[in-house]
């Protein structure tokens, strides 16, 4: 199945972390190779974009509209987007120059929950962890030895997460203190399972708590039940949807970041569209994101 869309913003190398700020009317994203934070206004539909540093792997929503978030290389911070300022608070213990923060979600309980990914990842190598980070800025590690850490949408039955290397996902309870070996357990979802082309990358949840799936090199968009049973698939413009997530003033829209190439990334010339975000209007309505709250 298909559906009507239309393109926004400018045309990304790896478009990710699409979030909905209801109180700007703004959608937010990163560039993530572009090294770059933008966002579009729902009123004039017009586009800022901030230069950063270093590479963001994923944002999320403070109570300050003009501070997010924001989880880069191997450091999670508060980013100013008047300013670009960062006040960086935590500085993870990774021992590895080729692991960077990758996917990231506010959970229910009001942590951030950021993965990380070793580049390429092509390499195969399971050396990530996904974290939990409380709003005192103390963290632990939730999941190890992680591939891609991708898919992190708050559920009602705890915390949705995939692995792409593994090419399936898993919900965690938000208050799990052990850690837990990345593809051990039974999972919700596998892709091989279901015959979904691609791998898993970002996840949203609807107002019904299903789960829909970017599949990554798959060209679709993939709803999932509470129980892991494919109920609707959406067929793309694009090879390499990477996350989406429902914006607008009544969340009714799905906006999909994508892929466009460049680097270390093939360009497709027959998707001219790749890279920019996708704009779908598919009749459902989603839920609002959890909002950080740091105690500094």
Known sequence: MSASWRTLGPRCVLGESPLWDGRTRHLLWVDIEGQALHQWNWDTEGVTSLT??????????????????????????????????????????????????????????????????????????????????????????????????????????????????????????????????????????????????????????????DIWLACVHGGVLARFDAAGRLTRQIGLPVRRPTCPAFGGPDLATLFVTTIGGGGNYPVYDDEPEAGRVLALDLGVQGRAEYIFQPFN
């Open 52 to 209: 950063l540093t270093h590479r963001p792997g994923s944002i999320a929503l403070t109570p300050d509209p003009d501070i997010v978030v924001l989880a880069s290389e191997h450091s999670v911070g508060l980013l100013r987007i008047s300013t670009g300022s960062i006040d960086w608070k935590i500085a993870l213990p990774i021992p590895y120059p080729s692991v960077r923060l990758n996917d990231g979600r506010v959970s229910a309980a009001g942590d951030f929950w950021v993965g990380s990914m070793h580049v390429p990842a092509t390499d195969r190598r399971f050396i990530g962890t996904i974290y939990r980070i409380h709003p005192d800025w103390t963290w632990d590690p939730v999941i190890v030895d992680v591939g891609v850490a991708n898919a992190l949408v708050s559920t009602p039955a705890g915390m949705h997460w995939a692995d792409s290397l593994h090419g399936a996902c898993w919900t965690v309870s938000d208050a799990t203190t052990a850690p837990q070996v990345s593809g051990t357990g039974e999972p919700l979802v596998t892709f091989s399972s279901v015959g979904l082309a691609g791998t898993p990358d970002g996840a949203c949840i609807d107002a019904q708590d």
